[in-house]
């Protein structure tokens, strides 16, 4: 009889919530006024490479600094706290709380290498505007680098035998993942811009 140990969970969900379609519609403008207004955003993005806008590294008030932010932030407490739940992580009465919050512009035929996000512990997206073609999410085994001599698994086997696992996301939908596990967005193979929020909670 085998054991199946060391599971890695990767939660998903609908935002939820009243006029969810509005909220996400609010957003969608909101980043792309962002991408306007932000000049040390896109100067960041021209020298790192980045094929597109990201907040990542110049703003770090979007709840505070836009409503829509806050009301998105606020919505997503529930999934992290459900997702935590799952994990069951013994919190020992705390809670998890959003520390970064930023948004993301992918042009067509950018990407967003492999990372994972240091000193976090949930970390996640909810996808606004996801046009036919946009890459999906894409993880990789944590033990990856340990597997030497392994040979590769069947392209029939589950996804829980994969090395790598996509996740193709919905407009509107939420996906989290623990902090540690790495992942990256392949090039958009999009006609549009892909958008999102990201998030880490700790």
């Known amino acids: 009889m085998s054991l199946s140990v060391f599971s890695t969970e990767i939660y998903r969900a609908k935002l939820g919530g009243p006029a969810q379609g509005a909220l996400i519609g609010d957003i969608a403008g909101a980043i792309r006024q962002l991408a306007k207004d932000d000049a040390a ?39 992290v706290g459900a997702f935590a739940r799952a994990l069951a992580f013994e919190m020992q009465g705390r809670k998890l709380t959003c520390d970064s919050m930023w948004v993301n512009l992918l042009k067509p035929g950018a990407a967003h290498t492999a990372h994972i996000h240091p000193g976090s ?18 993880f990789e085994d944590p033990r990856l680098g340990l597997m030497m001599a392994a040979p590769q698994v069947k392209r029939t086997a589950p996804p829980a ?6 996740v193709a996301p919905k407009p509107g939908e939420v996906v989290l993942w623990e ?8 090039r958009n193979g999009a006609k549009a811009e892909r958008l999102s929020v990201s998030f880490n909670y700790s």
């Open 161 to 166: 035998r994969q090395r790598f696992v996509s």
């Open 179 to 186: 902090s540690w596990l790495r992942h990256e967005v392949p």
């Open 41 to 79: 955003g896109r100067r960041w993005c021209a020298e790192n490479g980045y094929g597109g806008y990201t907040s990542y590294a110049s703003l770090d008030d979007l709840s505070w600094r836009d409503s829509t932010f806050a009301e998105l932030q606020a919505r997503l407490q529930k999934h």
């Open 121 to 138: 512990v949930i970390s996640g997206t909810i996808y606004i505007d996801l046009p036919p073609g946009a890459s999906a999410i894409r």
